[in-house]
């Protein structure tokens, strides 16, 4: 059973920056593709980040040229770089993974206030 555990989220202003992680139990590059979604209440889950296997990085359009996902080797763990935070970044952040299967953990919570 393959398991993500974020962390690294919290209390924030608007223009300040967070960086929650997602430590896989098992090795990262053994996964098709790895993101982050949200979820803020009464909204639907959305992607916010992939990373696809051979390192592309793909945004949504809300979070372009604020948000940057990477991956640490070393560490085996992935990360989100969210810079320029808003209120409507508030949300649970959750790490996804796929390989055959699609896998996410608990989420973290990030708020923004203004």
């Known amino acids: 059973q393959v398991q993500l555990v974020e962390s690294g989220g919290g209390l924030v202003r608007a223009g300040g920056s967070l960086t929650p992680s997602c430590e896989p139990s098992r090795n990262i590059y053994s996964f098709d593709h790895m993101g982050w979604s949200r979820q803020s209440p009464g909204n639907q889950r959305e992607v916010v980040a992939t990373?696809?296997?051979?390192?592309?990085?793909v945004y949504a359009d809300a979070v372009k040229g604020r948000f940057t996902i990477s991956r640490n080797n070393a560490k085996n763990t992935l990360h989100l770089q969210m810079n320029s935070l808003k209120p409507e970044d508030t949300a649970i952040y959750f790490c996804?993974?796929?390989?055959?299967?699609?896998?996410w953990g608990q989420g973290t919570q990030v708020t923004v206030s203004s």
């Open positions: 996804d993974a796929s390989s055959r299967v699609d896998y």
């Open positions: 990373l696809t296997a051979s390192s592309l990085p």
